[in-house]
């Protein structure tokens, strides 16, 4: 494959001789086809091309740190460390108060996590350890088509097909076999936090899975062959030599789905409801950070309205990268070549 | 099967000793849940898919890929404009993006291995693929849309240039680490300068693999909606103007999807439709030249 890379470059270092030089013989080897110097320049151009194309990683890393910090400077003045816990959201009088916003955040992102971890691991452990062979690689990359389908198409879906499920049957069901929790109270809309959830869960399946079998990958094949010998069955092997030693990544593929739903914004706020409420039930409607922004940004007047939302959104990028970076610790904990030691 | 602790028990002793009715059946159960997750999980991809072509499918008529849209309520119309857009705006995101992304997976691989500065550069990459879409939308309004005092597709382009260069990067980078060190040395024995190894030699051996990365990028930023929502704010009419609102497939989506009509809710599902051929035929495509690639038989 190198031949053929090779093809015909231009080379700028010494040339094999032409025919009819070598034929003429001496008057080639007088008269050198370059010069060192040229070559010299055009490396370290190259060279300070390419840092300032890496260095532009940053830059963007920063301008974003810089743009929120400014930007969400009068509000930062305004309201302080208030403004996390105060319901009012009042842009008519000035009043900003982002509490329902992180509260819808936490609330649907935790329910998603509840619906897709336990389904996230089950796949990767089916694709691992149990499929047949011929169908891994099929299943791995169907259940990763998931996670290539845009946000706005899960969120039309979610809208015609979902909510109508969850109006008609789902949450009638839920509020009379489950309605001493509280949690399933109140009227039906089919959209709210519930819906909200579910999609969020749909979404950050493929996430979770794909990195647990990542790691699931990682664990030597001699830990699930001793476990195996010791007349394990195979969940015993799966859990006690497989699952056990790939916790940590687990972990982190986890925490990396709980980054994306954080900040999902469209099939979220199609769904939600988009009311700053705080209610208790998950059929109620509520909002999330990433949708405040993404329904009133363009429509902000005033410049206090403006900086509290991007308040709003400096939050968001600070907690998403907090857990974006725990998360990439654990998985390379465990894929780092050494399989992590359960010493619990 | 009750097992005394007390005596020694050699392997021998439990040569046809069955494994307990219990053992078995949570073997059993937990095969049986784990198979369930997957039909579970494979359902709403199918609900997604079914949908999508149930619905769109039929909405899809030489109107909708040739018309723009007609006042609200109104039959008829189409999101031509919103497919021009989405592609002129991914054309100018490309431009931005791939170079940067590119050039950056170039020094990571190339000088920037194993150096604390490579290090910095690659965990912000990786940072910065973590970001929320959104936000890359408050920032790419801060730089292009406020000093430009009006929403523009150059700051769609823009925003959706800053989400593709961290996937790029990372891709261009793993692909230039799997050309084989000889087949630079080779190179430079020839006396080949280094950068034009790095472009003919290296670069050229990974192609496919750098492809597969840029594709894996477009499609991960051709569906959003979220950075355009106030950056290239969507247009009802043609426009190529760099620093005009323009429409985008993703954009008119959603506007349909949320509007009360039904024909806009009709022409969401079709346009959806187009969208999500657009990615999987990009996908598709660079599994096709992750296969039979270059790259294969570098290695």
Same mark, same amino acid.
């Given at each position: 494959?190198? *031949?053929?890379?090779?093809? /015909?470059?231009?080379?700028?270092?010494?040339?094999?001789?032409?025919?009819?030089?070598?034929?003429?013989?001496?008057?080639?080897?007088?008269? !050198?086809?370059?010069?060192?110097?040229?070559?010299?320049?055009?490396?370290?151009?190259?060279?300070?091309?390419?840092?300032?194309?890496?260095?532009?990683?940053?830059?963007?890393?920063?301008?974003?740190?810089?743009?929120?910090?400014?930007?969400?400077?009068?509000?930062?003045?305004?309201?302080?460390?208030?403004?996390?816990?105060?319901?009012?959201?009042? !842009?008519? *009088?000035?009043?900003?108060?982002?509490?329902?916003?992180?509260?819808?955040?936490?609330?649907?992102?935790?329910?998603?996590?509840?619906?897709?971890?336990?389904? %996230?691991?089950?796949?990767?452990?089916?694709?691992?350890?149990?499929?047949?062979?011929?169908?891994?690689?099929?299943?791995?990359?169907?259940?990763?088509?998931?996670?290539?389908?845009?946000?706005?198409?899960?969120?039309?879906?979610?809208?015609?097909?979902?909510?109508?499920?969850?109006?008609?049957?789902?949450?009638?069901?839920? %509020?009379?076999?489950?309605?001493?929790?509280?949690?399933? /109270?109140? !009227?039906?809309?089919?959209?709210?936090?519930?819906?909200?959830?579910?999609?969020?869960?749909?979404?950050?399946?493929?996430?979770?899975?794909?990195?647990?079998?990542?790691?699931?990958?990682?664990?030597?094949?001699?830990?699930?062959?001793?476990?195996?010998?010791?007349?394990?069955?195979?969940?015993?092997?799966?859990?006690?030599?497989?699952?056990?030693?790939?916790?940590?990544?687990?972990?982190?593929?986890?925490?990396?789905?709980?980054?994306?739903?954080?900040? /999902?914004?469209?099939?979220?706020?199609?769904?939600?409801?988009?009311?700053?409420?705080?209610?208790?039930?998950?059929?109620?409607?509520?909002?999330?950070? %990433?949708?405040?922004?993404?329904?009133?940004?363009?429509?902000?007047?005033?410049?206090?309205?403006?900086?509290?939302?991007?308040?709003?959104?400096?939050?968001?990028?600070?907690?998403?990268?907090?857990?974006?970076?725990?998360?990439?610790?654990?998985?390379?904990?465990?894929?780092?070549?050494? !399989?992590?030691?359960? *010493?619990? | 099967?009750?097992?005394?602790?007390?005596?020694?028990?050699?392997?021998?002793? =439990?040569?046809?000793?069955?494994?307990?009715?219990?053992?078995?059946?949570?073997?059993?159960?937990?095969? =049986?849940?784990?198979?369930?997750?997957?039909?579970?999980?494979?359902?709403?991809?199918?609900?997604?898919?079914?949908?999508?072509?149930?619905?769109?499918?039929?909405?899809?008529?030489?109107?909708?890929?040739?018309?723009?849209?007609?006042?609200? $309520?109104?039959? +008829?119309?189409?999101?031509?404009?919103?497919?021009?857009?989405?592609?002129?705006?991914? @054309?100018?995101?490309?431009? =931005?993006?791939?170079?940067?992304?590119?050039?950056?997976?170039?020094?990571?691989?190339?000088? +920037?291995?194993?150096?604390?500065? $490579? #290090?910095?550069?690659?965990?912000?990459?990786?940072?910065? #693929?973590?970001?929320?879409?959104?936000?890359?939308?408050?920032?790419?309004?801060?730089?292009?849309?406020?000093?430009?005092?009006?929403?523009?597709?150059?700051? +769609?382009?823009?925003? @959706?240039?800053?989400?593709?260069?961290?996937?790029?990067?990372?891709?261009?980078?793993?692909? @230039?680490?799997? &050309?084989?060190?000889?087949?630079?040395?080779?190179?430079?024995?020839?006396?080949?300068?280094?950068?034009?190894?790095? @472009?003919?030699?290296?670069?050229?051996?990974?192609?496919? +693999?750098?492809?597969?990365? &840029?594709?894996?990028?477009?499609?991960?930023?051709?569906?959003?909606?979220?950075?355009?929502?106030?950056?290239? =704010?969507?247009?009802?009419?043609?426009?190529?103007?760099?620093?005009?609102?323009?429409?985008?497939?993703?954009?008119?989506?959603?506007?349909?999807?949320?509007?009360?009509?039904?024909?806009?809710?009709?022409?969401?599902?079709?346009?959806?439709?187009?969208?999500?051929?657009?990615?999987?035929?990009?996908?598709?495509?660079?599994?096709?030249?992750?296969?039979?690639?270059?790259?294969?038989?570098?290695?």
């Amino acid at each position: 494959m190198a *031949n053929r890379a090779l093809g /015909e470059p231009r080379l700028t270092g010494p040339q094999p001789l032409p025919k009819e030089a070598v034929a003429v013989g001496t008057q080639a080897a007088a008269k !050198p086809l370059i010069t060192a110097g040229d070559s010299r320049v055009a490396d370290r151009a190259f060279y300070f091309a390419m840092l300032g194309c890496a260095l532009s990683v940053i830059g963007i890393v920063g301008l974003i740190v810089y743009e929120l910090i400014t930007k969400s400077n009068l509000s930062w003045h305004a309201f302080g460390w208030r403004f996390f816990f105060r319901s009012d959201w009042d !842009p008519v *009088n000035d009043q900003f108060g982002a509490f329902p916003f992180v509260y819808g955040t936490l609330v649907s992102s935790a329910l998603a996590l509840l619906i897709a971890v336990p389904l %996230a691991i089950g796949v990767a452990v089916y694709i691992t350890e149990m499929s047949p062979r011929g169908l891994r690689g099929a299943l791995a990359f169907t259940t990763e088509l998931l996670a290539a389908i845009p946000s706005v198409i899960y969120g039309l879906w979610a809208i015609f097909v979902l909510v109508p499920l969850l109006r008609q049957y789902v949450q009638p069901f839920l %509020a009379r076999y489950f309605g001493w929790t509280t949690l399933f /109270e109140g !009227p039906p809309y089919g959209i709210g936090m519930l819906a909200a959830g579910i999609i969020l869960a749909i979404m950050v399946v493929p996430i979770i899975s794909s990195i647990t079998r990542e790691v699931m990958t990682a664990v030597p094949q001699q830990q699930r062959e001793a476990v195996l010998a010791l007349g394990a069955t195979r969940w015993e092997m799966i859990r006690t030599g497989v699952l056990r030693n790939a916790r940590a990544g687990i972990a982190g593929g986890v925490i990396l789905g709980l980054g994306r739903a954080l900040g /999902e914004t469209m099939a979220v706020t199609m769904v939600i409801g988009n009311r700053p409420e705080i209610a208790k039930s998950l059929f109620a409607p509520g909002y999330t950070m %990433a949708s405040v922004i993404a329904n009133e940004f363009s429509e902000a007047t005033g410049d206090l309205y403006l900086s509290a939302l991007v308040e709003v959104g400096l939050a968001l990028f600070i907690v998403t990268i907090i857990v974006n970076i725990l998360a990439q610790f654990l998985v390379w904990t465990v894929t780092r070549g050494t !399989p992590a030691r359960g *010493n619990a | 099967m009750p097992e005394t602790t007390t005596k020694i028990m050699l392997p021998s002793d =439990f040569a046809d000793a069955p494994i307990s009715l219990g053992r078995r059946g949570l073997n059993a159960l937990v095969t =049986f849940a784990a198979l369930g997750a997957v039909v579970l999980v494979l359902l709403p991809l199918a609900a997604v898919f079914g949908y999508l072509i149930y619905k769109g499918i039929g909405s899809i008529n030489l109107a909708f890929l040739t018309q723009i849209p007609k006042p609200p $309520g109104e039959p +008829g119309g189409g999101m031509a404009n919103a497919i021009g857009g989405s592609v002129y705006i991914l @054309l100018i995101a490309s431009s =931005f993006g791939v170079p940067l992304g590119i050039g950056a997976g170039i020094y990571l691989s190339e000088y +920037g291995r194993g150096t604390r500065f $490579g #290090n910095l550069i690659r965990f912000t990459a990786d940072v910065l #693929n973590g970001v929320p879409s959104i936000i890359v939308g408050i920032v790419a309004y801060g730089l292009v849309v406020l000093s430009q005092g009006h929403f523009s597709a150059l700051a +769609g382009g823009v925003a @959706l240039a800053i989400m593709m260069v961290p996937t790029i990067t990372r891709t261009t980078e793993e692909m @230039l680490l799997l &050309v084989p060190q000889i087949v630079r040395e080779a190179a430079y024995g020839l006396g080949v300068s280094r950068w034009r190894t790095t @472009l003919s030699i290296t670069l050229r051996t990974a192609t496919s +693999g750098v492809i597969t990365g &840029v594709m894996l990028a477009f499609a991960r930023v051709a569906g959003e909606t979220a950075p355009l929502l106030f950056t290239a =704010f969507g247009n009802q009419y043609w426009n190529w103007k760099i620093n005009q609102p323009t429409a985008a497939l993703s954009l008119q989506i959603f506007t349909y999807a949320i509007s009360p009509f039904d024909e806009w809710h009709r022409q969401a599902w079709a346009g959806a439709l187009i969208l999500i051929v657009l990615i999987v035929a990009s996908v598709g495509a660079v599994r096709l030249v992750a296969n039979r690639g270059m790259l294969k038989g570098a290695n």
